[in-house]
């Protein structure tokens, strides 16, 4: 078996496997946590339904602290955006896709998903810059740097491969494979859960503030 051909079946499927298999367990074991009773109503009828409304209304900052965010909240944002049309709308990740669910799309010309992995990988890296150059404001640990360079690898080596830059096509083109599956099997287990866990998270604390009255 060559490096392409584990890359393409054993490593990419058992690492899907520990994708959905770990994000399930943490997702059920969250929502299988007791909460303690409701001893307060919202201060109004809405208040729960308001509550709920944060997890959308609360996807930009406030007003006050837009200025001083502005940079790693808009950095973020395209960050975010680049890679998940990268993974979803690129011909060989539909084509992937495919394989595994039988769905199919159009995708987007090569040369826009070269611009968007591009595009990516540059804002993950001005958000990296940014956090060395504050430390103070960002207490950045071991475990952040290590994911960022789990999630900057397929970007890399991805755009290597298209590029034919590095090492031959075949070997590049495994290491974006292998990159992608070593993604999928950490993220489960790490901070890259916030994909799920800001629904929760916003949803909650909005709750928690339309009892209190708060505006939201």
Do not use: C
């Not at 929502?31 to 509550?51: E, H, I, Y």
């Not at 075949?170 to 489960?188: K, R, V």
């Amino acid at each position: 078996m060559t490096l392409l051909e584990f890359a393409r079946g054993p490593a990419i499927h058992a690492s899907l496997i520990i994708l959905v298999a770990g994000s399930m367990i943490r997702l059920v074991g969250v929502l299988a946590l007791t909460r303690g009773a409701d001893l307060s109503r919202p201060r109004d009828v809405f208040g729960n339904f308001k509550g709920y409304r944060t997890v959308f209304s609360r996807a930009w900052p406030s007003d006050e602290f837009t200025i001083v965010t502005r940079y790693q909240t808009a950095m973020a944002y395209v960050f975010h955006i680049a890679t998940l049309l990268v993974v979803v709308a690129i011909v060989p990740h539909i084509e992937f896709i495919t394989s595994l669910t039988g769905l199919s799309w159009p995708g987007l010309p090569n040369w826009i998903g070269v611009a968007l992995g591009t595009i990516a990988l540059v804002s993950l890296i001005a958000l990296i810059m940014r956090r060395l150059s504050k430390p103070e404001v960002y207490n950045s640990t071991v475990g952040d740097y290590v994911t960022w360079i789990i999630v900057a690898l397929p970007l890399i080596t991805g755009l290597m491969a298209f590029a034919h830059v590095g090492l031959r096509y075949e070997t590049m083109l495994a290491l974006h494979i292998l990159s992608s599956a070593l993604l999928f099997a950490y993220f489960p287990f790490s901070k890259l859960m916030h994909a799920f866990w800001f629904l929760f998270s916003r949803a909650q604390s909005g709750v928690a503030y339309a009892h209190k009255g708060v505006r939201i």
